[in-house]
């Protein structure tokens, strides 16, 4: 019997192997590309910047069978190679090292040749000179401030009320000492530090975070643009930002899509906001994130209404009606699967199945059945059926932090000289006063 299912393991592992050899016999007519590196750079790792690049490496694993099923082959593109040059530039740039430049691309073919002629692979090494990093230039004093020596026109930061290329009679003007207290605001929060090397990935981060903090203080509309000046001859960089904060903005109705199977209430009990409030756009994340956490659906969007009209009320503010668009999943899986279990002086051959629910009878109820059925072999005395059930059941109350559950199993098993049958079972209730 061991040897029987030895065997059966060693063909399920070749055939899907021969059965690709088998379709691959007609021979490529292009040099495969075994590798791709980029030489000379310490700033950034070669496979930080191979990923990016058009033309890629196979990897080794693609020659092995089974393996090759999951690991693309790729063959030398046309002189795609050349134009990655210009793109290991750009990446170094983004990184500001403005004066990084390949200096050279070899290609390595193999000696064994394809029946056209063409070498059966290839290998492509850049190499670049990376030059100084360029650094975020500092921001010149205010005039009743000590002079910065080397300053420039750097984290520039433009507060304007409106929105860009829109013009709104009723919208409001920001007073002075608003417009102060959101500037301080704004440059706390930006992750950019004078004299540290310029990154793009920092800028862009310093956009994201101005528009959250905008969004979090009601202005739902806040939009924070960036330009960047490169100085690669003195090594500097200038940043500015304009932000347009437009109107304040309060909570409106909200509508749910999406929905067939959960139950809406379950959805709508984590909403936190109330029709009328100032907008936050923190509350909205939240309870985005709050409705993906029940496992039910595979895509959740929580945001306001697509395409609404800028309509201002009576205070200068707009109602902004909130859309949560739903994708539900498939609330039960299946997981069927088979193995082949090896001790020292026994063996096993089982089968097993598993089933998952997320939402029995609508009521957000969860159940998990597993079974494991099979036979395991000690001696010619010890050899028996084995078999493993495990059930659980749980049944929360969002609304009072309660849940109640169930548990039960029963096993089956064999060892030397005795067969046992285990049965347990269990049942409680869980209680959380706090999230």
């Not at 290991?88 to 983004?94: D, G, K, T, V, W």
């Not at 500092?138 to 507060?159: K, S």
């Not at 051959?349 to 997320?358: D, E, I, Q, R, T």
């Not at 109350?397 to 548990?407: A, C, D, L, N, S």
Request: charged residues 20%; glycine residues 8%; hydrophobic residues 40%.
């Amino acid at each position: 019997m061991p040897r029987l299912l030895l065997l059966l393991l060693v063909c399920i592992l070749a055939l899907p192997g021969c059965a690709a050899s088998r379709k691959r016999k007609a021979p490529p007519t292009k040099p495969i590309v075994m590798k791709v590196q980029v030489k000379g750079g310490k700033a950034i790792k070669s496979a930080q910047i191979t990923p990016s690049l058009a033309q890629r490496a196979t990897s080794p694993l693609a020659f092995v069978p089974v393996f090759h099923l999951f690991n693309k082959t790729f063959f030398l593109d046309g002189t795609t190679w050349e134009k990655d040059r210009v793109r290991i530039a750009n990446l170094y740039a983004l990184r500001g090292y403005f004066d990084a430049r390949v200096v050279g691309t070899q290609l390595t073919p193999s000696r064994r040749l394809l029946p056209n002629g063409e070498p059966r692979s290839v290998r492509i090494v850049h190499t670049v000179t990376e030059g100084e990093p360029s650094t975020l230039r500092p921001a010149c004093a205010e005039p009743d401030q000590p002079a910065v020596e080397g300053c420039g026109p750097t984290f520039t930061l433009q507060l304007h009320s409106g929105l860009p290329d829109l013009d709104h009679a009723a919208m409001p003007e920001l007073m002075p000492t608003e417009l102060a207290q959101l500037q301080e605001l704004l440059r706390a929060s930006s992750p950019l530090t004078a004299g540290s090397v310029f990154t793009m990935a920092d800028v862009d981060a310093a956009s994201r975070e101005m528009t959250r903090r905008l969004r979090a203080r009601s202005y739902s509309r806040a939009e924070v643009r960036s330009r960047v000046d490169a100085h690669p001859e003195q090594h500097v960089v200038d940043v500015a930002f304009d932000v347009w904060t437009g109107p304040p903005a309060i909570f409106g109705q909200y509508t749910v899509q999406g929905l067939s199977k959960v139950r809406q209430v379950y959805v709508t009990r984590l909403i936190k906001w109330t029709e009328g409030k100032a907008w936050d756009g923190d509350f909205v994340t939240r309870t985005q994130q709050a409705i993906y956490d029940l496992g039910l659906f595979s895509l959740v969007t929580v945001g306001p209404m697509p395409d609404r009209a800028l309509i201002l009320n009576a205070d200068g503010r707009e109602v902004v009606p909130v859309q949560i668009t739903l994708k539900e999943r498939k609330p039960g899986t299946l997981r069927p699967g088979v193995g082949i279990g090896f001790q020292r002086d026994r063996f096993d051959v089982h089968g097993s199945v598993a089933l998952s629910h997320l939402n029995l009878f609508r009521r957000l109820v969860r159940g998990d059945i597993s079974l494991k059925g099979g036979y395991k072999f000690i001696s010619t005395d010890d050899h028996f059926p084995i078999a493993d059930l495990d059930m659980s059941l749980r049944w929360p109350f969002p609304r009072v932090g309660i849940e109640i559950f169930g548990t039960g199993s029963v096993e089956l098993d064999v060892e030397v000289g005795y067969k046992m049958w285990s049965p347990e079972a269990g049942a409680g209730v869980a209680w959380s006063p706090w999230k």
